[in-house]
T-cell receptor, first 115, second 109 residues
Framework: NAGVTQTPKFQVLKTGQSMTLQCAQDMNHNSMYWYRQDPGMGLRLIYYSASEGTTDKGEVPNGYNVSRLNKREFSLRLESAAPSQTSVYFC??????????????FGPGTRLTVL | GDSVTQMEGPVTLSEEACLTINCTYTATGYPSLFWYVQYPGEGLQLLLKATKADDKGSNKGFEATYRKETTSFHLEKGSVQVSDSAVYFCALSGEKLTFGTGTRLTIIP
């Protein structure tokens, strides 16, 4: 039982490049989330998916797209990276029976630098 | 909207000292409250939670009590260890999970 896994762990991009961050969970959770973490700002929600086939914008969705590929996988795409997107990105999931719908489990994070 | 305000850090303590990290919240309804911990280079881990007023969450020697009258959920530990050095996040779940900005704790041997 690996929990929530993310790839890659580190990435450096040049401005304008694109990339996709991958996330997978093996807890059979319905809900999945993407956050970014910046110094002094805590975690901010980018997008979330309440169930397979649905996605919704969070607090800071601009510049990002997501795909809920199936129940296990939720990817985050940067179409044209900007230096303001330099951050640490976390994927999370939640659901029954692992603590209920409000208890989120986090992946190890992806450290992204955009030059 | 929902918001969480937690004690600004960084906080530095000596080993075996008592710890309190303050957390207050603003929310409509009756949210669940959480403390998450982030060790260096890792993701967030759930430390403890409380789902209703007067509930006490506890784990690894840490405790926090859901106080509706003061809208608070302060994190406490009686005797900290070097291994407790981490960033601690208070959070509440309304429609979504709302985090505080985090408090960095460093324990000196």
């Amino acid at each position: 039982n690996a929990g929530v896994t993310q790839t890659p762990k580190f990435q450096v991009l040049k401005t304008g490049q694109s990339m996709t961050l991958q996330c997978a969970q093996d807890m059979n959770h319905n809900s999945m989330y993407w956050y970014r973490q910046d110094p002094g700002m805590g975690l901010r929600l980018i997008y979330y998916s309440a169930s397979e086939g649905t996605t919704d914008k969070g607090e800071v969705p601009n510049g990002y797209n997501v795909s809920r590929l199936n129940k296990r996988e939720f990817s985050l795409r940067l179409e044209s990276a900007a230096p303001s997107q330099t951050s640490v990105y976390f994927c999370a999931s939640s659901g029954i029976p692992s603590g209920g719908p409000n208890t989120q489990y986090f992946g190890p994070g992806t450290r992204l630098t955009v030059l | 909207g929902d918001s969480v305000t937690q004690m600004e850090g960084p906080v530095t303590l000596s080993e075996e000292a008592c710890l309190t990290i303050n957390c207050t919240y603003t929310a409509t309804g009756y949210p669940s409250l959480f403390w998450y911990v982030q060790y260096p280079g890792e993701g967030l881990q759930l430390l403890l939670k409380a789902t209703k007023a007067d509930d006490k969450g506890s784990n690894k020697g840490f405790e926090a009590t859901y106080r509706k009258e003061t809208t608070s959920f302060h994190l406490e530990k009686g005797s900290v260890q070097v291994s407790d050095s981490a960033v601690y996040f208070c959070a509440l779940s309304g429609e979504k999970l709302t985090f505080g900005t985090g408090t960095r704790l460093t324990i000196i041997p």
